[in-house]
Nanobody
Framework: QVQLVESGGGLVQAGGSLRLSCAASGSIYSINAMGWYRQAPGKQRELVATTTSVGSPNYADSVRGRFTISRDHAKNTVYLQMNSLKPEDTAVYYC???????????????WGQGTQVTVSS
């Protein structure tokens, strides 16, 4: 079994910062890409940022320059530093990881339970 556990969400004023963390645990052979998605009320889940196993980041246009994704391979953890937060960043943020659970096995997608980020104006 594999688990992704997120932390770091909360309530912040516009212009503030938050740092999200997501730690993967369980039967892990290797982790390929890791990333963050978000879903606001009444909207579809959307990509926020992803990073590959070699550290190549990809950002949504709406967060580029404000958010930074990073990864600690030794801890199987991915972070999302969110600066200059805006009310439109309010959403539930979900961690995602592509994980192989055995040698030469297929990588499957795993999701965290989500953490709420609320930005007040």
């Amino acid at each position: 079994q594999v688990q992704l556990v997120e932390s770091g969400g909360g309530l912040v004023q516009a212009g503030g910062s938050l740092r999200l963390s997501c730690a993967a645990s369980g039967s892990i052979y290797s982790i390929n890409a890791m990333g963050w998605y978000r879903q606001a009320p009444g909207k579809q889940r959307e990509l926020v940022a992803t990073t590959t196993s070699v550290g190549s980041p990809n950002y949504a246009d709406s967060v580029r320059g404000r958010f930074t994704i990073s990864r600690d391979h030794a801890k199987n953890t991915v972070y999302l530093q969110m600066n200059s937060l805006k009310p439109e960043d309010t959403a539930v943020y979900y961690c995602n990881a592509e994980i192989q659970t055995r040698w030469r096995g297929l990588a499957n997608d795993y999701w965290g339970q989500g953490t709420q980020v609320t930005v007040s104006s």
